[in-house]
């Protein structure tokens, strides 16, 4: 079992949940059960604690906790860019990425929420998508922390991502110390309903047992 497929799962699993959650849920729940228990142990808990819960109850769940808590918002960039522009330049660094490995996003498009970097370097450059997710260890880290200071079912995922990340080095840890400092930009809250667009162009990729990739 690979690191590629624990993130997969967990990018499936960040997103607003709905009938192809529940469609795929047992799919999903029976290949985190065969993964290393390092990243696959924390996405079985996820849904030993959800297995109870209706959609709608999980759906609550998730915009209470996603759109309406500023410290657990999962779009990258609201941590590390204050400033719009700032933020901006930090979106275009995304794509830019993204379109060197043939994947094309549009403005309207939000490349920085965190399972759309997972099914990134899932399944489309595991080398830039590692990269990609090692220099925003530090708000990856930010947000594990507040998903479990909230209680919430969606911390153990966050705890599997973590355990697919390199070691933290010194700087990461100075960068994670300040950022808990403020949280991220008020700005930026409740837009967590827009990832779905930003998945869009990732949709035309097979799914993860038809594209080859180990599991």
Same mark, same amino acid.
């Given at each position: ?22 469609? /795929? ?18 996405? *079985?808990?996820? $849904? ?17 906790? =996603?759109?309406? /808590?500023? /410290?657990?918002?999962? $779009? ?17 660094? =995304? ?6 490995? !043939? ?16 099914? =990134? ?7 830039? !998508? ?22 919430? *079912? ?22 994670? /110390? ?11 809250? !409740? ?10 162009? $990732? ?13």
């Amino acid at each position: 079992m690979t690191i590629a497929t624990a993130r997969m799962i967990a990018s499936s699993l960040l997103v607003y949940p709905d009938d192809l959650f529940l469609s /795929r849920r047992d799919e999903l729940e029976s290949t985190a059960k065969k993964l290393d228990p390092l990243f696959g142990r924390p996405l *079985v808990e996820f $849904f030993d604690m959800t297995s109870k819960m209706s959609l709608d109850e999980l759906q609550r769940h998730y915009v209470e906790i =996603f759109d309406m /808590r500023r /410290r657990c918002s999962l $779009f990258l960039t609201s941590w590390t860019h204050g400033d719009t522009r700032n933020r901006g330049m930090a979106l275009i660094y =995304f794509k830019e990425i993204y379109k060197d490995a !043939g994947i094309t996003m549009t403005d309207e498009e939000l490349p920085d929420h965190l399972a759309v970097v997972l099914e =990134f370097a899932a399944l489309v450059d595991p080398v830039e !998508g590692n990269l990609l997710l090692g220099e925003h260890r530090a708000p990856i880290e930010l947000i594990r922390d507040a998903l479990h200071a909230a209680n919430s *079912v969606y911390a153990p995922i966050l705890d599997s991502v973590v355990a697919t990340l390199p070691p933290m080095t010194r700087e990461i840890e100075e960068r994670a /110390r300040a950022l808990a400092l403020s949280g991220p930009p008020q700005e930026f809250v !409740g837009l967590s309903g827009a990832v779905s667009v930003a998945l869009e162009p $990732f949709s035309a990729i097979p799914a993860l047992a038809r594209e080859g990739v180990q599991i």
